[in-house]
């Protein structure tokens, strides 16, 4: 079992909607989180980072910890086209270790 | 300022050949790291090195090896690619130690796109 989970998707949402995608991770040590965009044939691109329980807002974004429950969620509000994308949740064990989940597949229909 | 160059870009081999992949950075980052990404499977890590003159194994180290030759620069090396070994592969740099626990994100390469035959 890997030590991030995300559900591979495709999630399917249409234009303007909110789309709400999950992580879970295994190491109770963690610290540090990251949610990553990619676009096929690109490199990962940060989206959000966040540190502590509770909400993070960025504009469309939202990145929500549960360190209790060990799960951390992005949500994208008003998801455009152009959101379509693998999302990568990725996870700072104790140490120097950076963990990735294996993506979730969002597909934005106009 | 360049962030993180990986070279070759594209690359293929044969069965039992062996070749390195150069990574370098030019961000001042401690830590640095290897990944490969097949389809369906994400990022798996497999070396990284938290700074200078340390690497350890991550996910999938097996068949690889790695050298963090001095702050900048870490490569990676196939002794006898196989075509398991197929695959993209991801540098990356961050700065970890900011205390708490806490580091930087992870900044990536563009990639190399290795196909074993």
């Known amino acids: 079992q890997k030590e991030v989970e995300q559900n591979s998707g495709p999630l399917s949402v249409p234009e303007g909607a909110i789309a709400s995608l999950n992580c879970t991770y295994s190491d109770r040590g963690s610290q540090s989180f990251f949610w990553y965009r990619q676009y096929s044939g690109k490199s990962p691109e940060l989206i959000m980072f966040i540190y502590s329980n509770g909400d993070k807002e960025d504009g469309r974004f939202t990145a929500q910890l549960n360190k209790a429950s060990q799960y951390v969620s992005l949500l994208i509000r008003d998801s455009q086209p152009s959101d379509s994308a693998t999302y990568l949740c990725?996870?700072?064990?104790?140490?120097?270790?950076?963990?990735f989940g294996k993506g979730t597949t969002l597909s934005v229909s106009s | 300022n360049a962030g993180v160059t990986q070279t070759p870009k594209f690359q293929v081999l044969k069965t039992g050949q062996s070749m390195t992949l150069q990574c370098a950075q030019d961000m001042n980052h401690n830590s640095m790291y290897w990944y490969r990404q097949d389809p369906g499977m994400g990022l798996r890590l497999i070396y990284y090195?938290?700074?200078?003159?340390?690497?350890d194994k991550g996910e999938v180290p097996n068949g690889y090896n790695v050298s963090r030759l001095n702050k900048r620069e870490f490569s990676l090396r196939l002794e006898s690619a196989a075509p398991s070994q197929t695959s993209v592969y991801f540098c990356?740099?961050?700065?970890?130690?900011?205390?708490?626990?806490?580091?930087?994100?992870?900044?990536f390469g563009q990639g190399t796109r290795l196909t074993v035959v």
């Open positions: 090195s938290a700074s200078e003159g340390t690497t």
């Open positions: 990356a740099s961050r700065k970890v130690g900011l205390g708490r626990g806490r580091s930087t994100e992870a900044f």
């Open positions: 990725a996870v700072n064990q104790a140490g120097t270790a950076l963990i």
